[in-house]
């Protein structure tokens, strides 16, 4: 088992009552493992945001299918990053719009890049990339 160190804080009553409430709603047993998941989540951010680190991803999209040409132009645009797209799923929502999740994996520059030129596609009504490390550098 790891060491564990203890260190106290001075935190306003009021926002020490919304976090516990916060918590207690995604149901943590107590404070200490919230605040290592807020650590832990920084950390992973800081480590995606340098150009060459390994990242891990989603690029989630919503478009509507009858726009023409764009669905080849995504299954272009990922066939051009074919190194990049581990899997991709393509749900149906309603009779005009799709959702398209695509799992990618690498430098996190190349990982963004890739995820601009998704949501950037004409066509697409809303994309957002999701990015988060293998955590193995995280306790």
């Known amino acids: 088992m790891t060491d564990l160190t203890r260190f106290g804080i001075s935190i306003d009553q009021d926002l020490l009552s919304r976090f516990d409430r916060m918590i207690g709603d995604k149901g943590y047993a107590n404070r200490s493992e919230a605040i290592r998941d807020l650590i832990r989540a920084a950390l ?21 299918h009858h726009t023409r040409d764009l669905a080849d132009k995504l299954t272009d645009h990922q066939h051009s990053h ?20 695509v799992v990618v994996r690498g430098a996190s520059r190349k990982v963004k890049r890739l995820a601009d030129e998704l949501i950037g596609t004409k066509g697409v009504k809303h994309g957002k990339l999701t990015m988060t490390t293998t955590g193995a550098s995280l306790s």
Request: proline share 0%; with cysteine; charged share 25%.
């Open 82 to 101: 074919h190194d990049a797209i581990v899997s991709a799923l393509h749900v149906h929502l309603d009779a005009h719009h799709c959702l398209e999740v």
């Open 44 to 64: 992973v951010e800081q480590e995606w945001r340098q150009d060459d680190s390994e990242t891990v991803g989603t690029v989630t999209l919503v478009y509507d």
